[in-house]
């Protein structure tokens, strides 16, 4: 029965997904036009802005999370098995030319993410713990829709905080029992434990928690890729021309496969780095700053270091082995890349990186699904109690996504992911006029030396929708 829906299902996925990846790069395209390529002009602005200590708008007594905490909650929810296995899955269906059209796709796409943050931070509510927004939030108050609202933050609780996590707690398992054979049992339970422990501190803990992990797990592979690319160096330039013929037909191999290279680099690209599905923004939202464009750009970087920089990380170590078309996918041929570079330790060494790629992704994926259902339970007075077993239920599912063989679930993975792309993408593309202006606002503030601002009277039709901003 299980494997008859994941078959019915992954049919409909094929289709609904390519006209995803379609729709998404046309995004990118026009967004990028109308930006004036924001995600290459302000560059030097992103770096700026994640190292600087940004005043905001809250009082001081008031719990606030930073800009760099909330681009490191959506950073952890990015970086995670995708990374890992979904680069290796790519490079095996769509060739090495597949890492090429996933460069490119972030390239493009990242403006996607500018767009739909700037408006997250525009439209914003204020909650206990911190602010609160997501393609919810500005679908309700910008587009006054909350039908619509609601098929998107029930897709996001199914897919990131439900489903995702699943996967993620699988990958971490299985990672860990080849390895270092512990048994999958213990694992279930250890991750289950530290899951909860985590998340029952809400969003401050996940903050802190995240600010600490993803620049360590990051740097941590960087510095693994780095030493493998520089006692490989002298195989660096072929492997790049490797990778453009590929991309393009011009590698006889790879001839006939250009369109899986191109389709396989966009989708493993989307799935790992999230431009434009609409869940970077419910991380954004949060964050207290002084302009909405601060944490667009902000979280335009997370695109880059996650895609251009760990991915290719990944792809650098899978190509310089050689081993790319050994017949091995997904995290086995990613461990098998790493054991040739530097003997047995290396698949200790993946399993330790998935588990911290993987873990954080729990804990970002699962605040995705908290705003979401803080949102669907506005008002009630049964609000606490929905949350309390969203997290025992969050439990529950990383103990059995631990254990059990999971084909149905990564199915379902799709499928709400494609549900919330679009429905999050007709917001953007109807809303993105105002963070466009509000862009506009922050370009003349900077080029007339001020460190922007702004004001809800800038925008003076949507008022009345930022409550979070003075006038």
């Given at each position: 029965m299980q494997k008859t829906v994941a078959d019915f299902l992954n049919r409909i996925n094929t289709p609904m997904a390519t006209l995803m990846v379609i729709v998404l790069l046309a995004a990118g395209i026009w967004f990028t036009f109308k930006t004036k390529g924001v995600q290459f002009t302000m560059l030097g602005e992103m770096f700026r802005l994640l190292f600087k200590r940004d005043k905001g708008k809250q009082n001081k007594e008031e719990k606030r999370v930073s800009a760099f905490a909330a681009f490191m909650i959506s950073l952890a929810s990015r970086v995670g098995t995708g990374n890992l296995a979904g680069v290796a899955t790519a490079i095996v269906i769509g060739g090495p030319g597949a890492i090429f059209w996933m460069w490119v796709m972030a390239l493009i796409g990242s403006v996607n993410t500018f767009i739909e943050c700037t408006l997250a931070q525009l439209f914003k509510?204020?909650?206990?713990?911190?602010?609160?927004?997501?393609?919810?939030?500005?679908?309700?108050?910008?587009?006054?829709?909350?039908?619509?609202?609601?098929?998107?933050?029930?897709?996001?609780?199914?897919?990131?905080?439900?489903?995702?996590?699943?996967?993620?707690?699988?990958?971490?398992?299985?990672?860990?029992?080849?390895?270092?054979?512990?048994?999958?049992?213990?694992?279930?339970?250890?991750?289950?434990?530290?899951?909860?422990?985590?998340?029952?501190?809400?969003?401050?803990?996940?903050?802190?928690?995240?600010?600490?992990?993803?620049?360590?797990?990051?740097?941590?592979?960087?510095?693994?890729?780095?030493?493998?690319?520089?006692?490989?160096?002298?195989?660096?330039?072929?492997?790049?021309?490797?990778?453009?013929?590929?991309?393009?037909?011009?590698e006889q191999a790879a001839g006939g496969v250009v369109g899986m290279a191109i389709l396989m680099g966009f989708k493993r690209g989307i799935f790992s780095n999230e431009a434009g599905e609409g869940s970077a923004p419910n991380a954004a939202a949060t964050a207290d700053v002084s302009h909405p464009v601060k944490q667009g750009l902000i979280q335009t970087l997370g695109v880059f270091t996650d895609t251009l920089l760990v991915c290719s990380c990944t792809a650098f170590i899978i190509m310089c082995s050689g081993l790319y078309d050994c017949g091995a996918n997904g995290i086995e041929l990613t461990q098998l890349a790493m054991t040739h570079h530097i003997g047995p330790a290396g698949k200790y060494i993946i399993a330790i990186c998935?588990?911290?790629?993987?873990?954080?992704?729990?804990?970002?994926?699962?605040?995705?699904?908290?705003?979401?259902?803080?949102?669907?339970?506005?008002?009630?007075?049964?609000?606490?109690?929905?949350?309390?077993?969203?997290?025992?239920?969050?439990?529950?599912?990383?103990?059995?996504?631990?254990?059990?063989?999971?084909?149905?679930?990564?199915?379902?993975?799709?499928?709400?992911?494609?549900?919330?792309?679009?429905?999050?993408?007709?917001?953007?593309?109807?809303?993105?006029?105002?963070?466009?202006?509000?862009?506009?606002?922050?370009?003349?503030?900077?080029?007339?030396g001020k460190e922007p601002e702004y004001h809800s009277s800038t925008i003076p039709e949507i008022s009345a929708e930022t409550e979070c901003w003075d006038d």
């Open positions: 509510v204020k909650g206990k713990e911190s602010f609160l927004g997501g393609p919810a939030y500005y679908i309700t108050k910008g587009l006054h829709k909350r039908w619509f609202a609601v098929i998107f933050a029930v897709a996001i609780i199914a897919q990131f905080g439900l489903t995702n996590n699943m996967v993620q707690a699988n990958t971490i398992s299985s990672a860990f029992t080849e390895a270092f054979t512990v048994s999958p049992t213990v694992m279930a339970v250890a991750l289950c434990v530290l899951s909860l422990v985590v998340v029952f501190g809400g969003i401050q803990r996940i903050a802190k928690v995240c600010s600490y992990i993803v620049p360590f797990m990051a740097l941590a592979y960087l510095c693994i890729a780095v030493w493998v690319i520089v006692t490989n160096i002298t195989a660096v330039p072929h492997i790049l021309s490797l990778i453009v013929r590929s991309a393009f037909g011009f998935i588990f911290f790629f993987a873990f954080s992704s729990i804990i970002g994926n699962y605040y995705y699904g908290e705003c979401n259902l803080m949102f669907l339970c506005k008002g009630s007075r049964n609000s606490k109690k929905v949350i309390q077993i969203y997290r025992i239920v969050l439990g529950l599912l990383i103990f059995l996504g631990s254990l059990m063989t999971i084909d149905i679930v990564w199915a379902l993975v799709d499928f709400f992911m494609v549900i919330m792309t679009v429905v999050n993408l007709i917001a953007i593309f109807l809303l993105g006029k105002y963070a466009i202006k509000l862009l506009e606002d922050y370009r003349s503030q900077r080029k007339a």
